[in-house]
């Protein structure tokens, strides 16, 4: 299972789209669950965070200050990772990031880029990605 945790609620009509497409996308290799939370404090947040976090899950926190990693690295770091783990569990915090207690609940921090993306947008690239490595990782052509 992938597990996407994620603060607040898209409203825009085209980012709802662009998600759901490619959460149709990877729902054809592996199941896909995206929960939000409401956006709030971030300590409000965290605590929201943590009853969506199982002890088996592979937590991975989405953070600017996280190691980058190619997308080829990225499918890797998801194929070696399903070996252990049933569960990967993504986070994307609210405007504040994610409360350093949380972030000490991750296995790892991953960073997308130095720049900040609305959140809407960023969850539509995490999905994208995603789905890229699993084409990656099935040697389909998808990925150039």
């Known amino acids: 299972m992938i597990k996407i945790l994620c603060v607040g609620?898209?409203?825009e009509k085209y980012l709802?789209?662009?998600?759901?497409?490619?959460?149709?996308?990877?729902?054809?290799?592996?199941?896909?669950?995206?929960?939000e939370v409401a956006d709030s404090t971030?300590?409000?947040e965290k605590n929201s965070l943590l009853k969506y976090i199982k002890e088996k899950d592979?937590?991975?926190g989405l953070d600017l200050h996280g190691k980058m990693l190619?997308?080829?690295?990225?499918a890797k770091k998801i194929d070696t990772t399903f070996i252990s783990y049933s569960t990967i569990t993504?986070?994307?915090?609210?405007s504040l990031?994610?409360?350093?207690?949380?972030?000490?609940?991750?296995?790892?921090l991953i960073s997308f880029s130095s720049l900040t993306f609305p959140h809407g947008l960023f969850r539509g690239i995490l999905l994208e990605q995603i789905y890229r490595s699993f084409k990656i990782n099935h040697h389909e052509s998808y990925h150039k």
Do not use: W
Request: net charge negative; charged share 35%.
């Open 70 to 74: 190619s997308s080829e690295d990225f």
């Open 90 to 94: 993504f986070v994307i915090g609210g």
């Open 42 to 44: 971030i300590e409000e």
């Open 16 to 35: 709802v789209d662009l998600i759901n497409d490619y959460k149709t996308r990877i729902s054809k290799y592996h199941p896909i669950q995206i929960i």
């Open 97 to 108: 990031g994610i409360h350093e207690d949380f972030k000490k609940k991750c296995n790892e």
């Open 9 to 11: 609620k898209i409203k």
């Open 58 to 60: 592979y937590v991975i």
